[in-house]
């Protein structure tokens, strides 16, 4: 057992976690997104929420805040099809996930659905949840952690 690692960050999810360089991007996905079609790195949370899983993985992982110093965003919903702006449940759970994990300064873009599943191709692993609410797949962009072990954010 460990202490404040939350119980939801397996030890093979940890590894994967930890093995990511700077700029790989993760994958948090519903239930229902094609995972394994995606990447060959999948890991199950069964039982797991986005929300829960979010909040989990995010208290140990980094965003990117070099994408956003180029006007990106380091943490991307995919979009309703359709309906590009529509906030859903689970978006704005992840939306609240972020603000109160990493900081309220984060902001969550958007990624059109077959854009995302490009993007999917490419990332470093998917963590596949439980959570069947449709179009409740994100992805998050590692960033830096300086030597004394803080996040690395610009303007600080």
């Known amino acids: 057992m460990l202490i404040n690692v939350n119980p939801i960050l397996s030890p093979e999810l940890l590894f994967t ?3 990511m360089g700077h700029g790989d991007n993760l994958v948090i996905a519903d239930a229902n997104f094609p995972a394994h079609t995606m ?11 986005i929300s829960d899983a979010s909040k989990a993985i995010l208290s140990v992982f980094p965003l990117d805040s070099f994408l956003v110093s180029q006007g990106k965003t380091s943490a991307n919903r995919m979009e309703v099809d359709g309906k590009p702006d529509e906030i859903t449940d689970a978006h704005s759970e992840f939306i ?6 990493s900081g309220a300064n984060w902001k969550v873009g958007s ?4 854009n995302f599943y490009q993007e999917a191709k490419k990332a470093y692993a998917i963590v ?3 959570d069947a609410r449709p179009f409740s797949c994100f992805i998050i962009t590692k960033g830096v952690i300086k ?10």
């Open 17 to 19: 976690l930890r093995s």
């Open 39 to 49: 990447n060959k790195r999948v890991i199950r949370l069964d039982g797991i929420n």
């Open 96 to 101: 609240e996930a972020v603000k109160s994990t």
């Open 111 to 114: 990624i059109e659905r077959q």
């Open 128 to 130: 596949t949840t439980t």
């Open 147 to 156: 030597p004394d072990g803080k996040v690395w954010v610009l303007n600080e």
